[in-house]
């Protein structure tokens, strides 16, 4: 005798989520000091990769969350599913609100799929081990500079080799929209501010964490 049960059938893949239309781990967004930010940065990169134009040019995901210096996996895994406008609107508009993204966070726990993916606290990465989100954390010093577009760039396991990419634009306004902390005099008449920047690759759903360094110069000049 057989017994039918209510829900996905076994072997089916798991309903998309927000976050999965956005591309964006949980778990980053739960440790971010600016979670706003960071879901419309997560937003706008979603726009463009699935674009209607883009479509016919989509690129496989990584295999693996491990750091872009380890091997490419030598079979390539199948392109990942196209989301409609819609969606990525809609992921958006409910990540966005904080009031929304809770309600959203406590609804996936009613899904026998998802209630392994949604944490109801701050992982370990909330608490300092960034590791445990699975984004590879850098210092800002381990990308390459280029002068002509005074931006930094980092290749990624996609296949671009320019994926990641950091302007002085995109430190400036980090440096403008949060509160740094202090780090200890170089020597000289200013003191250092440390900060951190997320950043998406162009062409597949993974990110980079990013720490960086400012010098902030003392309000009072060293006189004679």
């Not at 419309?40 to 134009?53: G, Q, S, T």
């Not at 599913?81 to 990540?95: G, S």
């Not at 990308?143 to 302007?167: K, V």
């Amino acid at each position: 005798m057989t017994t039918l049960t209510r829900g996905t059938p076994t072997g089916l893949p798991p309903e998309p989520t927000h976050y999965t239309a956005l591309s964006l781990p949980q778990a980053l967004l739960l440790s971010s000091p600016d979670p706003t930010s960071l879901v419309k940065k997560a937003y706008r990169r979603a726009l463009l990769r699935h674009h209607p134009d883009k479509q016919q040019h989509r690129k496989p995901e990584p295999s693996c969350p491990c750091p872009s210096s380890f091997p490419r996996p030598t079979r390539a895994p199948p392109a990942p599913p196209a989301y409609t406008i819609d969606q990525i609107t809609t992921a958006y508009a409910t990540l966005s609100s904080p009031s929304s993204r809770q309600s959203y966070n406590k609804s996936l726990l009613l899904r026998p799929q998802q209630a392994s993916q949604a944490p109801t606290s701050p992982p370990a990465a909330a608490t300092g081990h960034l590791h445990a989100t699975g984004i590879e954390t850098i210092d800002l010093d381990d990308l390459s500079f280029s002068p002509s577009t005074s931006s930094w760039t980092r290749p990624c396991r996609c296949g671009n080799d320019a994926g990641f990419e950091i302007t002085e634009g995109d430190l400036e306004a980090e440096v403008s929209a949060s509160s740094l902390g202090h780090g200890g005099s170089d020597g000289g008449s200013g003191r250092q501010k440390f900060g951190e920047l997320v950043v998406g690759c162009k062409d597949c759903s993974l990110w980079l964490r990013v720490h960086f360094a400012v010098m902030e110069e003392d309000e009072q000049e060293h006189g004679g």
